[in-house]
């Protein structure tokens, strides 16, 4: 009887310990949700070849039945891969038409993941950083930011803290803190601006998921809490994106509504100055297929 | 030491010193009007118009209807003008007229700037 006792014992402690190291997988299906990027990441050696494509303003000034409602305009275009070097960390390269100031972008992206959830860990974490370069030709004498007076202008950063949790086997959930910085801006604007974001990942169907996000920056015109605005500045509005990613073994699809015109975060963080409420959303959608190297 | 915390560490350290190696924190000089523009004063009818009749409203670009943008009458144009795209695609960017099309002259440039920072008056 005490041999049982024994046995039973080691037996629950054994388990407890293996579930303590349980790791909680799969919170996003994808490594960007709409337009932030997700804690997730690609496997070691896999490659994932990405098309992203924004469409005109839906609705709006530029939009309606004169653009087909949008679909007859690119407002932003991203073509590129990541590639996962190993088990917690991956880059990227895309080429971006950008939709900010600076065009005709080459961003290069980094993701290294620094937790895991797990029953003693409530959160996965994950860090990016991300460098963009503007490869348009120098404007000169045009007084705006593609005059590019140093080479060093061409230049913008991102860096990213990705916080989330997976509620349960159907909602995910993710707190990003960003920040960006761009080399160059003009003279009403911030160089350095933060932000804080949520996004969500519900799962709807084995194969169909409901995603979300939002970024809310914390300073400079681009605010909704600056009460005072530089006069020259823009209206700026949060980035929101809605949308349905459908999964199907090997691809992701996802097609999206968002009011942001860029892709990459140092565009759609101090660059969007779209509002929903007045019709300027537009259709989007992904295109990412896995490869195996 | 794994590593892997080898690799990361390594890898963040390159990062970071190639990211604040080449950062600037620089901002354009706030833009003066041209004293030119003193003396020109452009309105659309007139001066602005026969610029955007012979370089923008033409067939496949900015013409009637076009899911581009109809430039043919000043009506037509007025969401461009107010939201500033036109300003940021005609005088930023410069990327408007396209590469291909008669570029504008630098007169015309300098017309189309003194119009837009005096509120592109019509008349």
């Known amino acids: 009887m005490r041999h049982l006792l024994t046995y039973c014992l080691l037996w629950c402690a054994l388990g407890a310990w293996a579930q303590s190291r349980e790791r909680v997988v799969r919170t996003f299906h994808d490594t960007r949700i709409i337009n932030t990027q997700s804690v997730e990441m690609l496997a070691p050696r896999r490659l994932d070849i990405r098309i992203v494509h924004r469409f005109g303003d839906m609705l709006g000034d530029a939009g309606g039945w004169p653009t087909f409602y949008g679909l007859e305009n690119a407002a932003d275009v991203l073509f590129g891969f990541d590639y996962g070097v190993s088990e917690n960390f991956m880059l990227g390269l895309y080429r971006t038409k950008g939709a900010g100031d600076r065009r005709q972008l080459l961003n290069l992206n980094f993701k290294a993941r620094l937790a895991q959830q797990r029953p003693t860990m409530p959160f996965t974490i994950a860090a990016t950083a991300l460098g963009s370069l503007s490869t348009m030709s120098q404007v000169e004498g045009s007084g705006a930011v593609s005059s590019f007076p140093q080479f060093s202008h061409r230049l913008a950063f991102s860096g990213q803290l990705l916080i989330a949790h997976k509620l ?126 | ?45 007139g001066t602005i118009k026969p610029i955007i009749d012979s370089k923008c409203a033409i067939p496949g670009c900015h013409s009637a209807g076009s899911s581009a943008g109809d430039f043919t009458t000043y009506e037509s144009m007025l969401p461009r003008l107010d939201n500033g795209r036109f300003k940021k695609r005609t005088l930023d960017q410069r990327d408007m007229p396209p590469q291909g099309s008669e570029p504008l002259t630098e007169e015309e440039l300098l017309l189309i700037e003194c119009w837009i920072n005096a509120g592109f008056p019509k008349q």
């Open chain 2, 1 to 45: 030491m794994t590593l892997r915390a080898l690799e990361f560490f390594f890898t963040s350290g390159v990062i970071f010193t190639v990211l604040f190696s080449s950062c600037t924190k620089d901002k354009l000089p706030e833009p003066q009007v041209n004293s030119a523009c003193d003396t020109l004063m452009p309105v659309y009818i």
């Open chain 1, 168 to 293: 349960s086997e159907y909602i995910g959930l993710q707190l990003t803190l960003s920040t960006v910085h761009r080399n160059l801006v003009p003279h009403y604007d911030d160089n350095t601006i933060f932000a804080s974001g949520l996004a969500t990942h519900i799962q709807l169907t084995k194969m169909l998921s409901f995603i979300m996000d939002v970024q809310l920056p914390l300073n400079g015109n681009q605010s909704p809490l600056q009460t005072v605005k530089h006069p020259d500045a823009p209206n700026y509005y949060l980035p929101i994106g809605v949308g349905i990613e459908v999964e199907t073994g090997g691809h992701v699809f996802q097609i999206n509504l968002t009011n942001s015109a860029g892709i990459v975060e140092t565009d759609f963080i101090p660059e969007t100055t779209q509002s929903w409420r007045q019709g300027e959303f537009r259709l989007g959608f992904t295109i990412s297929r896995l490869f195996n190297l």
